[in-house]
């Protein structure tokens, strides 16, 4: 089965063709199209919503034209979370096709989506993996941990009760005076700096719950940029280096405190933050020093950000086709 996918929650306007059978573990990518509306909102220093949906606009059909090159028989589209505007023209546009072509429509959940960015084959992933699994969801929006028992069997157990782990380096790297998105120009500027020269606070890092808090670091940084009287290139990258530690720190560590009382065979992490190099240093590091034997999870960068291929792969590992006429986009969507 051929599956077309579809994704324009945020900025990114995506397509991508995936091919399964039945009883196949991971999706096979045929095409992988992805126009992003960044270079606008780096001039901005964040996203205006307005600005994005009408860039989702533009892009939407010339996307789905350069990513549609086989046959499908099903579509499936990201109904939320995310911004209202940009949700609306993917879903507007997949209903259509669905109503054309005749084709079977299935809403994917976005967050979902990033979590099955796990199951797509991959030449450098050739592992399967082992239910139960742990997934840490760290996007822009949000700083989820869900337990998946299986395909289709998810249930949250932790989240972020402030600002997302994405959001934190969105916004301290505005302090920094770091470009938009702040993930990867913290991570680039952090080549440069010690980890160990600040030590910014691990908030929530001992907590006995699967909750996740990035305020109080945010305000931390705050503080200390306040303080400093020249902003040289090597204070920056050592701010940069330091904050990437604790919130690396924070996620390894908690995500690895509830596998152990979770009992799961695999650990997946995903979403935009996932990129993150030193995040996947680190928990490969960790489950070695802690001599854990558990399987670990990370898909190829170009997968953790947002894409249409994941949205297509949750798709045809959760097939529940819905009609046209009663999809609907769900801004505020969430895991149930
Ligand atoms: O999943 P995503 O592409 O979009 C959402 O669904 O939100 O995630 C975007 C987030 C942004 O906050 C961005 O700064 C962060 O992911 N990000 C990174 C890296 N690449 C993207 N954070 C840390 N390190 C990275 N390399
Ligand atoms: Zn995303």
């Known amino acids: 089965m051929k599956i077309l996918g579809i994704e324009t929650s945020c900025d990114e306007t995506a397509a991508s063709i995936i091919e399964a059978k039945p009883k196949d573990t991971k999706t096979k990518i045929i095409s992988n199209i992805v126009a992003s509306s960044l ?11 307005e600005i994005a949906a009408r860039e989702q606009i533009k892009y939407m059909i010339p996307v789905i034209k350069k990513a549609l090159i086989e046959e499908i028989d099903a ?4 109904v939320g979370p995310g911004l209202i505007g940009s949700l609306l023209v993917g879903v507007e546009t997949a209903k259509t096709l669905s109503y054309s072509w ?12 990033h979590i099955y960015a796990n199951f797509i084959r991959t030449s450098s992933v050739q592992n399967e993996v082992e239910f139960p699994a742990l997934a840490l969801v760290v996007s822009g929006g949000h700083t989820d941990l869900v337990l ?17 782990a994405g959001e934190a380096f969105d916004k301290i790297a505005r302090l920094l005076n770091l470009s938009y998105p702040g993930g990867p120009a913290i ?22 719950d699967f909750n996740f808090s990035f305020s109080g670091l945010k305000t931390a940084v705050f503080r200390e940029v306040q303080k400093i009287k020249d902003p040289n290139e090597k204070i920056i990258s050592d701010i940069a280096a330091s904050v990437q530690q604790a919130i690396v720190d924070v996620l390894t560590t908690k995500t690895l405190k509830s596998t152990e009382k979770l009992e799961v065979k695999s650990i997946l992490i995903s979403g935009g933050v996932s990129a993150n190099q030193r995040l996947r240093e680190q928990f490969l590091l960790s489950i070695k020093d802690l001599n854990l034997k558990i399987k670990f999870f990370a ?13 297509a792969t949750a798709a045809f590992f959760n097939y529940k086709p819905v009609h046209w006429s009663k999809i609907t986009v769900n801004p505020e969507l969430y895991f149930k």
Do not use: Q
């Open 148 to 164: 998946m028992k299986n395909h289709g069997d998810l249930k949250l157990i932790g989240g972020t009760l402030d600002d997302a």
């Open 187 to 208: 991570e680039n500027t952090a080549l440069n700096g010690n980890p160990k020269a600040f030590n910014f606070p691990r908030p929530m890092i001992d907590s006995n």
């Open 299 to 311: 898909p190829e960068k170009n997968l953790s950000t947002d894409n249409a291929a994941i949205i």
């Open 39 to 49: 270079n606008l909102h780096s001039k901005t220093g964040g996203i205006i919503p």
């Open 75 to 78: 579509i499936a589209v990201t």
């Open 102 to 113: 005749k084709k079977p429509i299935i809403p994917v959940n976005h967050l979902i989506g």
